[in-house]
Each structure stands twice: as C-alpha cells, then as structure tokens.
C-alpha cells in the first residue's frame, strides 16, 4: 500500500502543468488500451472455441500452429484461450478492490469532514494504523485464515486500499468545505448529508475517479503477485499472474511462452492504468 | 532549529515522544490484528490450529498451553505478546520446533537480501537521476523513457525475466539458491536483489531526476552560477544538498516498500527467507509462523517508517520539531 502513496508523492512533485483541454497522446492510448482490456474481460471468455483447461499432454510447449495461435502450455492447454478466459478472472479481482475501497473510503471521509470533531480524529487514527500494514501482507494474512483463493484477498486488499483513497478525499473535501458556496447552502438550511452527496461530491468525483484508476493498477499487480505465489486464483483456473508462476516451470526449459505472454498482459495493462490515472489525477489537481 | 533554549529542547522531547507513542500504538494495533486473526477463522481455534491433522492428546495440550485457550481472549493477547517480547514465539505445528529458531535460522537471507537491494537502489537509481538532472538530452529523455515503463514492472514479472534472460539463457547468474558462504551468497542474491529493486530505482531516478531540475532552475541556485561559483561546488551545495530531502523520504519508503516484495522474489529464486517461509506456512497451514513472520514483517514497516520520519525532520529543520517559527 505505501507503494501507492509513494508514487502519488512523487507525482506531486514532478507534476507538469497539464495543456488543452483534451487528453494527451499518451493518455487516449492509455484509455483506449484500457477499454480494449475491458472487453476482454467481458467478452473474452465467450470468445474462447478450445477449452482452456483441456490437457493434451503430448504437445506440451508445442509452438504455435493453426489450431493454437499462441501454442500450448506445460500440460498442452491452449495459452491463447487460456490468456483469453483469464482476462476476466485478472481484472474482476481488482476492480473490485477499487470499487470497494473507493466508496468505502470516500463515505468515511466525507462524514468525518462534516462531522469534524472527536470524529474525524478517530477516523484518522484508524485510518493511519490500516496505512501501516502492508496490502500484500494482510492479504496473505486473509488467505492464511479463510483459505487460498481471491475472496479472502478481495476484502484484505480492499480494506488496505481505504485509507490512501480516504486521505485524499479528506483533503479534497475539507478544501471544498471551507469554501463560501458551502455556507451559502448551510444558511439556506441544507442538511451536511445533502451538502456533501449533492454539492461536495460531484465537485471531487473528478479526483476521486483519478485516483481510483491509480489505484487499479496496484490492485492488480498485489493479485496477481498473491495468484503468482499459489496463494490466489487456484489450478486450474486460468489467471494472468497463476500463469506467470506456472510458467515459471518452461522457464528452465526455455520454454518461456506462457509467463511472457501473461507478464507482457499484466505489464501492458498496468502501465495503461498508471499512466491515465496519472494524468487524470494531475489535471483534477490543476482544476482545484 | 535546534536552539540551546530549553524551550526548544522541551519541543524536542515532546515531538521525539510523540512519534514514538505513535510508533507503539501502531506496533500494538497491528499485532492485535495478527493475534486477533485466529478468532476471525471459521471453527474454533483449535480446530483451526490443528486443521484436521491427526494430533496426539500431548501435542493439543501443548498448543493449548501455548495460546491459553481456557483464558479470556485478552489475557491470551496479552501472555502471547508477552512471550513474543520476551523472544517466545510459540512453537511451530508443522517442524515441532520453537518458532524463534526458524525465524532465526533464515532472517538473514531476508535482511541480505534487502540490504542489497536497497544499495542498489540507492546507487543505480541516484546515478540516473543525478545524471539525468544535471545533464538534460537525448540519453536522459530515453533513461526517464525506461524509468517510466520500469516502474508499471511487478516485482514478480521482473524476477521471472531476469531469470531468464541473465540465469537461463546467457548462464551469468545461479537460477536459484544461496550458495554457500558469503561471497558465494552475495553472487547468488545479486538477480533476486535487482529484482526486488527494479521499480524503486525506476522510481528514486524519476524523482530525483524531478527534483534536480527544480533546484537548478531555482534563484538562489541562478544566483550562485551568475556570480561565479564553480560549477561543481554549485551543484554539490546548492542543488544535490536540496535536491536530496524529498528523494531521501521516498527512498525510505520504498525501503519499507521491499519488505513484502521479498514474498514473490523469495519464492522465484527459492532463497531459504522469511519471505518464502511464509509462503510455505500459509500452504502448509502452519499459523504459528504465519502469525511470526507477518508480525516481524508489520513491525519492521512500521518501525522503518517512523525512523525515515524522524530522519526527515532532522535534515529538514522546516518541518518544525514542535511549533517553533520555520
């Protein structure tokens, strides 16, 4: 998790001041291979014709041919649709962590600012104790209690995502706060809920959806570390990172194919995420 | 500033205490979350314990001696942290043997192998960003180029391919083990150590890159090069001394940072760590070990953390020990 807060530091400090109103090159590519990536997820297992964990062991690391556009894995299984059917179990997982995280940690900010007080500080300090357990480790913790699989590190990860989408919202939000349009809504009588659902909100969301993006690739990279290791996504299921660590076995045998080909997906991916959620978050931050 | 008043030094103390209060109610917090995670376990702790291994009467009584289960869940907290100060980490389910002396027999190998990794971050990733910053071109856009796209690299991609390319098809480098000796143990841990720091001195070059060419463009810096200061001493003075407080911070982060990559890159190259000892115990449902090692993992983070802190306030005499004016 500091990771995360790491590389947003840094983005801090080596922001360049965003141009136009448009993305960058740099950033539609970046969208546009998230979307494709997207697609995949949904639509990619229905895309498969061979099943993906059919074993034909006697063409085991067998190079691409007609019938296998990408050759076939240790036991002989399709790489290309096992590639293609692992796309939805690779980028479900961290969506999610991100979906979570992001409400969980915007609703606990945005009470704490309206509520202020004893309130906001004990959020704090729950939040900075979160903060100092490393993600992967209290996923691996999860997995350790509840068994191996992704639920378990689901709901680690999410809860260890809160804190960094929560600090950023506090901030945002107690900037907004202060602002004179707020006391303009409280003199007309307006609830704080409804001041921070209706008004507070959608003047952050621009921030919030930036950071989310960051934060997918992390989510991504600390689940299929935890698939890598045999602690995720378990055989047969065809995961992106499960595959980096099957692979592992060609290898020594140079036989790389199937880890290359689930690194290259994973690598591609989350350099797209780091790069729009980059310039998405530097242009929120120029806005406010 | 460290002034001689007593008022200053009365802020000294109060900051030092304070982050020190805060580092132990994090380590409490956290190890009660590590000792809390058994009661989080469907079935009863015991039975979670023993998972379904056949155990000798003996052996059950001894895990129940171990965790007083009879006891009030927080008297069971506080005898277990108790022993863990004292150096008692229970005993291991699986090897029958104390957890101490697992733990002890293969810390080395994690610290090595951190140690090693965080020279060459510091290294590599200074070297390129220094370069970078003071000579702007061709060579530096590509190296920041690289940075970039190293930094989108997890640390379990990384090892697998420098596996390959540097152990497997060129045969520089042992595909996995540590050797034996400590010559033959650095050879083996330098691929494993580059792997665990690839996207750290990615990201300590860009930084610094970053904050090198905002020194240098900075007045005072214009100032001392407009009135004829040599070059060297300008940047030696002016812009690295600045330039170095905000890398310092991050290079501690990501110090910090390493410690749960040693997991995957432990399991990638088979080095007999704490890293891949976790890995083994959560398979092999040993708990006892996986509630030492997240602790000795947790509480290594949290102290490195708040040491980085404190040395950022040292060098920094902006971020005020106390509230004295900046």
């Given amino acids: ?288 | 500033m460290s002034a001689a008043s007593p008022k200053a030094a009365l802020h000294t103390l109060r900051f030092l205490g304070g982050r020190i209060g805060g580092l132990l109610v994090t380590l409490l917090a956290s190890s009660f979350v590590v000792f809390g995670a058994l009661y989080l376990a469907p079935g009863s702790p015991i039975t979670f314990l023993t998972h379904g291994r056949s155990m000798t009467p003996d052996a059950i009584a001894q895990i129940n001696e171990q965790y007083h289960f009879d006891e009030p869940f927080l008297l069971q907290y506080v005898r277990w942290l108790g022993g863990i100060l004292q150096g008692d980490f229970g005993r291991s389910i699986l090897y029958k043997d104390s957890v101490g002396s697992l733990l002890g027999q293969r810390i080395g190998t994690t610290v090595a192998l951190i140690a090693l990794s965080a020279l060459l971050v510091a290294l590599i990733g200074l070297g390129i960003g220094i370069f970078s910053g003071l000579k702007p071109g061709i060579a530096s856009s590509a190296l920041m180029g690289v940075s970039t796209a190293a930094m989108a690299v997890p640390t379990f991609v990384a090892a697998v391919v420098l596996t390959l390319v540097f152990a497997v098809e060129l045969g520089w480098f042992p595909v996995f083990g540590v050797g034996e000796g400590p010559v033959d143990m650095l050879y083996h841990l330098i691929l494993p150590a580059f792997a665990l720091a690839l996207a750290s001195i990615a990201f300590v070059a860009r930084l610094s890159q970053a904050a090198i060419r905002q020194e240098i463009t900075a007045d005072h810096v214009q100032t001392a090069i407009s009135r004829g200061f040599p070059y060297g001493v300008v940047v030696r003075r002016h812009v690295l001394r600045n330039a170095s407080l905000p890398v310092l911070t991050v290079l501690g982060l990501t110090l910090a940072g390493m410690i749960s990559g040693t997991v995957v890159v432990e399991q990638v190259f088979q080095l007999n760590g704490l890293g891949s000892l976790l890995v083994s115990s959560v398979q092999q449902k040993d708990f006892p070990v996986v509630q030492a090692i997240c602790l000795v993992y947790v509480a290594a983070f949290i102290v490195l953390n708040t040491v980085i802190d404190l040395a950022y306030s040292v060098l920094d005499p902006r971020v005020s020990v106390g509230g004295g004016k900046s």
């Fill in chain 1, 1 to 288: 998790m500091t990771a995360l807060a790491v590389v947003a530091e840094a983005r801090r400090r080596t922001r360049r001041r965003p141009r136009g109103k448009h993305l960058s090159v740099l950033g539609w590519v970046a969208a546009v291979v998230l979307a494709v990536v997207a697609l995949l997820a949904v639509f990619g297992p229905l895309l498969v014709t061979v099943d993906p964990n059919a074993v034909d062991l006697g063409n085991a690391f067998a190079d691409p041919s007609a019938g296998h556009p990408l050759g076939q894995d240790a036991s002989g299984r399709d790489l290309f649709s096992r590639l293609l059917s692992g796309a939805r179990t690779s980028l479900v997982g961290p969506l999610l962590v991100v979906v979570v995280s992001t409400l969980l940690g915007t609703g606990l900010a945005l009470a704490a600012v309206w509520v202020g007080g004893w309130f906001d500080t004990a959020v704090a300090r729950v939040v900075d104790a979160v903060f100092a357990f490393p993600g992967l480790l209290l996923a691996i913790l999860a997995t350790s209690i509840f068994g191996t699989g992704l639920q378990a590190a689901i709901i680690a990860l999410s809860i260890s995502y809160t804190p960094y989408i929560a600090r950023i919202v506090r901030g945002a939000a107690l900037r907004e706060r202060s602002l004179p349009y707020i006391a303009a809504l409280r003199v007309q009588g307006l609830r704080g809920t409804a001041i921070s659902l209706r008004h507070i909100l959608p003047n952050i969301a621009g921030l919030i959806f930036a950071n989310a993006t960051l934060s997918f690739g992390f989510a991504l990279i600390d689940l299929a570390a935890l698939s890598f290791i045999g602690l995720g996504v378990q055989a047969p299921t065809a995961d992106w990172g499960a595959m980096v660590g099957t692979g592992m076995a060609g290898i020594q045998q140079l036989e790389p194919q199937e880890a290359l080909w689930a690194s290259l997906l994973i690598v591609i991916t989350v350099a797209a995420a780091n790069s729009l959620g980059d310039e998405l978050v530097k242009r929120s931050e120029a806005r406010a």
